[in-house]
């Protein structure tokens, strides 16, 4: 009974020194952080214009923007280099007193191109019967998937963050010639450690 009783002291003591200094390495604990950016300019234009009108006549009004958007789509389309679709069309009554006195009607011309000059100039062109809703720049998948993510670096990214944070003198930084590295994570933009990922994503 002696023997058993003093086995059990002993685990319970050895588990509470364990315990301890789990507890006493949370002090010394430091978690640093570095960042890497890069610029990419954007290579993608896209333009979407519109065609508009508003006549009594519902039927006049849908041969109207039919007609526009023929026009526009077969001047658009005569450039293999420019992507083009056509957005929703949409027509609604303008009512006056619950009376239905006019008929609105739209439609979206959409259209993109990594030729911005190209673009610019059909853009010009479709401006005779279309009127320019949107205009922005993007970069382009392909030009996404040629760059190096600026993440991929080894276990030793910050080890020189690290001897430069410790080594500095008392009062500006945390005065230990002496350190250690428990571990490194390398995750891409806009990922938050602990949400998931892929494979190989941190390195421990």
């Not at 610019?120 to 320019?132: D, W």
């Not at 030009?143 to 008392?170: A, E, I, N």
Request: hydrophobic residues 30%; positive net charge.
């Amino acid at each position: 009974m002696m023997p058993r009783l003093l086995l059990l002291i002993c685990a319970l003591i050895s588990s509470s020194t364990l315990l301890a200094d789990d507890n006493d390495r949370q002090y010394n604990l430091v978690r640093l952080q570095a960042q890497q950016s890069e610029s990419v300019s954007n290579d993608t234009m896209h333009v979407t214009l519109n065609t508009y009108a508003e006549m009594k006549n519902a039927s006049k009004l849908a041969a109207r923007i039919n007609g526009d958007m023929e026009w526009a789509l077969a001047l658009a389309k005569q450039d293999p280099a420019i992507k083009v679709r056509t957005g929703g069309y949409q027509t609604w009554p303008v009512t006056r007193k619950d009376v239905t006195s006019t008929w609105r009607g739209s439609q979206d011309l959409i259209l993109e191109s990594l030729d911005t000059e190209r673009l610019s100039e059909l853009t010009g062109k479709l401006q005779a019967k279309l009127q320019v809703k949107s205009m922005n720049f993007t970069v382009s998948d392909e030009k996404r998937r040629c760059r190096k993510p600026p993440y991929r670096c080894g276990p030793g990214c910050l080890q020189g963050t690290c001897r430069h944070c410790c080594q500095q003198p008392v009062g500006q930084g945390l005065s230990h010639r002496r350190y250690q590295c428990l571990g490194s994570r390398a995750t891409p933009a806009g990922h938050v450690p602990g949400t998931g990922g892929h494979p190989g994503d941190g390195l421990q």
